[in-house]
């Protein structure tokens, strides 16, 4: 089993849709949760930070469950510029190396 | 501005030939990472350093070396020894161990093929 488990899509969804990708990970002393965004053939770019009380950005917005180990990320009114792929990063506890998931496609259609 | 600088953005490598890629970063971050990215794959951790003159392996460091001799400096080598090197190269950097709670940070990427 994977450390960070991601359904890898491809998610095809129409302008204003909302979606929500879920992020599970195996190790429960985990520190810190963040979502990523990477385009096509370009570098991976933070999208926001995860934290227990559950957050919000624009249409974004990303909650943690600690009893289930999951997080998740939710777009609402999704827009053609939403298409990327998205990635969950877990950090341990101990300042070492994050796991990566392997990702999310979304595709948002007009 | 501050960030993360990759070069070359490509880079072609005779079969039997030893290449370094190139990662700067004027943040002051103590971390830095390289990745290998495959087409329509994931990230996968080759090597990572926590400070200076420190380095470990991670999940694919077989054909890789590499060397922290400054804080803001972490060059990649590709050596001979890598028999399938064509991939994306990401370099990333964060605070490191005065913060684990902070994300990371990426370069633009190296593309690498054989010739």
């Known amino acids: ?110 | 501005d501050g960030g993360i600088t990759q070069s070359p953005k490509y880079l072609f490598r005779k079969e039997g030939q030893n290449v370094t890629l190139s990662c700067e970063q004027n943040l002051n971050h103590d971390a830095m990472y390289w990745y290998r990215q495959d087409p329509g794959q994931g990230l996968r951790l080759i090597y990572y350093s926590q400070i200076v003159n420190d380095f470990q392996k991670g999940d694919i460091a077989e054909g890789y070396s590499v060397s922290r001799e400054k804080k803001e400096s972490f060059p990649l080598t590709v050596t001979s020894a890598q028999k399938n090197p064509t991939a994306f190269y990401l370099c990333a950097s964060s605070i490191g161990r005065r913060n684990s709670n902070q994300p990371q940070h990426f370069g633009d990427g190296t593309r690498l093929s054989i010739l």
């Open chain 1, 1 to 110: 089993r994977k450390e960070v488990e991601q359904d890898p899509g491809p998610f095809n969804v129409p302008e204003g849709a909302t979606v929500a990708f879920n992020c599970t990970y195996s190790n429960s002393a985990s520190q810190s949760f963040f979502w990523y965004r990477q385009d096509c053939r370009k570098e991976p770019k933070l999208l926001m930070s995860v934290y227990s009380s559950g957050n919000e950005d624009g249409r974004f917005t990303a909650q943690l469950n600690r009893a289930s180990q999951y997080i998740s990320l939710l777009i609402r009114d999704s827009k053609l510029s939403d298409s990327a792929t998205y990635l969950c990063v877990v950090n341990p506890s101990n300042a070492g190396k994050s796991t990566f998931g392997d990702g999310t496609t979304l595709t948002v259609k007009p």
